[in-house]
Structure formats: structure tokens, C-alpha cells
């Protein structure tokens, strides 16, 4: 009977030799697939890392360049109202010279009227004067003489009054302070078109900055969502490869065989080359805006997209762990093994449970990012429009 216990004894080896080796290549089949998913998970982080990156560098360069012109339209603004308010003096001054001007002017022109009406009133009786003396020749010389030298000098007097009446310098310095009026409040009205459209640039330029900070705002906790989730990948896939590793070097010392593989590959040896906006593009700051923007809005909905595909290679590969870690419950399989084999489950079935929630995390974050994007171009595009018209009519 003692060849048939041999017999047992080398049947039991052969067939836990048996699931080992079947174990074994479950193992290697499962860390190619951890590799696969792992690498995908990374690019895949790397590339919405670049994006967010090149969306933080665009979205701070742009706000540089808005506030700054924004400080400088509010300078200029502050110039015209300045201006404006020499020009309202200037206005409020000559307005005061010419009402003065034009009273005193009528002021003169009644007194010269008058003046003027009291010289032909002497001039007529003067006349008559001369007219009742006798045209006999018997009238006494002198007085007639003595009348006709008052008449001459009183006609003198009425033509002087006349000049007076007729001379326009008078009416011509009104006028030119008229004129210098109506120049000054042209050139004020002027300066009040100047400092409304002012104004509605620096509103604009406000309007924009606001837009672009709200967008800054919700990358920012899709940034650190991503990062979390990225984080968590990548330590989870460190874990697995030594649980892995430990596995394997568990069960080819139980079978007797060499243990030799390489590592996995190191998780910091992807790059992404940056995109660059293609030549020949606008040169209007409000198409450069949107086009920029409608171009990274693409990229991160794409990118979003992509997570569910990315979410689920992972998912599908985590379950295949437990899946293919089965065998190492049976009681051929050493406690060594068993013990590496649970490690690795373990660490499989945590991360298996908490990427959803990572994943739908960054999903969230990345809608509101995206809805950021689209109230960013509209509010870019209705600015657009309403420049439009105001330019047509300037």
C-alpha cells in the first residue's frame, strides 16, 4: 500500500503544480491589462492636465491683458472728465459774456435811438424856427443867422447819432462771443460722446474680465478633482504592481520556478506636445476670445467623454483581478500565496469602489467648466453684436 500514498502524494503535487501554473499566467494575463488600462488612465490624465494647464495660462494671460487695458481706458476716462469739465466752465463763461454782451448792446441801442430821435426832434424846431422868420429880407440878420448855425450843428449832431446806430462793432463782438459759444459746446458735446463710449468700453472691458474670472473659477476645483482621481490612480496601480509582484514571486517559488520580470513602466514618462493655435487667425480680440475658447471647450469635452471609456477599461480590469484571483482559494495553493493573492484583491476591489465616485467627481466638475465656457462665448459674441451697429453708425 505504500506505492499507492506515493501515488496520492505525487497526484496532489501535480495538480497543485497545476493551479499554480494556472494561476501564474492569470497573473501575467492580469498585469497586461493592468498595464494597458493604467497607461490609457494616464495619458488620459496627462492630456486633461495639459488642457487645464493651457486653459489656466490662456485664461491668466487674457486677464492681464484686459485689466491692463482696462486701467488704461479708466485713465483716459478720467482725462475727458477732466476736459469735460474745463469745457463746462468755458460754455458757463461765455454763456454769462454773451447775455452781459446782448444787454448791454440792446442798453446801447436804445440810448443811441433816443439819443438820436432828442437831435431830429431840436433839428425840427430849429427849422421851424427859421421857417416863421419874415422872408421879407426885414428879419434881423443875426438871429436868422445866429438859427442857421444852430441848425448846422445840430444836423451834425443827428448825423453823428446816425453813425452811432449804424456802426455794428458793438453787434460784431456779440456775435463772435456767439460764436465762440457755439464752438465751445460742440467741442463739449463732442467730449461727452468721447466719455460715453469710454464708459461702454470699460463696462465692456469688465463685463469680460468677470467672464473670464467665473471661468478661472470653476477650473480651479476641476483642476483639483482631477488631480485626486489622477492621484489615486496612479497609487492604486503602484499597489497592485507590488501586490502583483509579490503574488507571482509567491507562487513561482510554490512551483519552483526562477522569478524574473520586469517592472511595470514608470508612470512619469508620458508627454503631451501643447497645441498651438493655427496661423492666420483674427486679429479682432473678441474672435481671438471665442476662438480660443471654443477651442479648449472642445478639447474638455472630449476629454470628458472620454473619461467613461477610460473609467470603464479600468473598472472591467479591476473586477478581472478578483476574477482571475479565484484559483488561489483552493487548499492546493501555499498560505503564502493565498496571503499575497488577498493583498492584491483587496487593494483591486478598494480602488474598483471608489473610482466611480473620482470619476463622477471630475465629470461634474468638467460640466460646470464647460457651462462656464458657453456663458463666456455667448456674453463674448452678444458684446460682438452690440459693437456692431454703434460702429456702423460712428
Known amino acids: 500500500m505504500k506505492w499507492v500514498a506515493w501515488f496520492a502524494l505525487g497526484a496532489g503535487l501535480a495538480n497543485a503544480g497545476d493551479v499554480l501554473k494556472g494561476l501564474d499566467e492569470?497573473?501575467?494575463?492580469?498585469?497586461?491589462?493592468?498595464?494597458?488600462?493604467?497607461?490609457?488612465?494616464?495619458?488620459?490624465?496627462?492630456?486633461f492636465q495639459e488642457t487645464l494647464d493651457s486653459r489656466k495660462s490662456e485664461t491668466s494671460s487674457t486677464l492681464t491683458h484686459l485689466e491692463g487695458e482696462h486701467k488704461v481706458r479708466q485713465l483716459q476716462n478720467d482725462v475727458i472728465r477732466m476736459q469735460l469739465k474745463d469745457h463746462q466752465k468755458e460754455v458757463a463763461d461765455l454763456q454769462k459774456q454773451l447775455v452781459s454782451g446782448r444787454s448791454m448792446a440792446a442798453k446801447e441801442s436804445k440810448e443811441e435811438k433816443e439819443n438820436l430821435e432828442t437831435h431830429q426832434d431840436a433839428l425840427k424846431s430849429i427849422r421851424s424856427a427859421i421857417d416863421s422868420l419874415p422872408k421879407d429880407g426885414s428879419s434881423d440878420s443875426v438871429a436868422h443867422t445866429a438859427l442857421r448855425g444852430v441848425e448846422q450843428s445840430t444836423k451834425q449832431q443827428v448825423e453823428n447819432a446816425q453813425a452811432e446806430i449804424e456802426d455794428t462793432s458793438s453787434t460784431e463782438l456779440v456775435e463772435g462771443k456767439a460764436d465762440m459759444l457755439n464752438i465751445a459746446k460742440k467741442m463739449h458735446k463732442q467730449k461727452l460722446k468721447q466719455l460715453a463710449s469710454g464708459l461702454a468700453s470699460s463696462k465692456k472691458l469688465t463685463d469680460q474680465i468677470s467672464v473670464f474670472k467665473d471661468q478661472a473659477a470653476l477650473d480651479a476645483p476641476l483642476n483639483q478633482k482631477l488631480k485626486g482621481l489622477c492621484s489615486e490612480l496612479k497609487a492604486a496601480a503602484r499597489g497592485r504592481i507590488g501586490a502583483r509582484q509579490l503574488t507571482q514571486l509567491a507562487t513561482s517559488r510554490a512551483i519552483g520556478a526562477d522569478f524574473s520580470r520586469a517592472t511595470a513602466e514608470d508612470a512619469s514618462g508620458v508627454s503631451l506636445v501643447r497645441k498651438h493655435r493655427h496661423a492666420g487667425a483674427s486679429t479682432d480680440p473678441n474672435a481671438l476670445y471665442i476662438e480660443a475658447v471654443t477651442e479648449s471647450h472642445k478639447a474638455l469635452q472630449k476629454l470628458n467623454e472620454r473619461s467613461r471609456d477610460v473609467e470603464q477599461e479600468l473598472k472591467s480590469m479591476l473586477s478581472g483581478v478578483a476574477t482571475n484571483l479565484n484559483s488561489a482559494d483552493s487548499s492546493d495553493v501555499p498560505a503564502d500565496v493565498k496571503e499575497a493573492a488577498k493583498k492584491l484583491d483587496a487593494q483591486a476591489k478598494t480602488t474598483l469602489a471608489k473610482i466611480p465616485t473620482l470619476f463622477d467627481a471630475v465629470r461634474s466638475a468638467t460640466s460646470a467648466s464647460e457651462k462656464a465656457d458657453k456663458q463666456l462665448v455667448d456674453e463674448l459674441k452678444e458684446q460682438e453684436l452690440a459693437a456692431a451697429p454703434a460702429a456702423a453708425g460712428f
Open 26 to 47: 492569470a497573473l501575467t494575463k492580469d498585469e497586461e491589462a493592468d498595464q494597458k488600462a493604467t497607461k490609457e488612465a494616464k495619458c488620459w490624465c496627462d492630456e
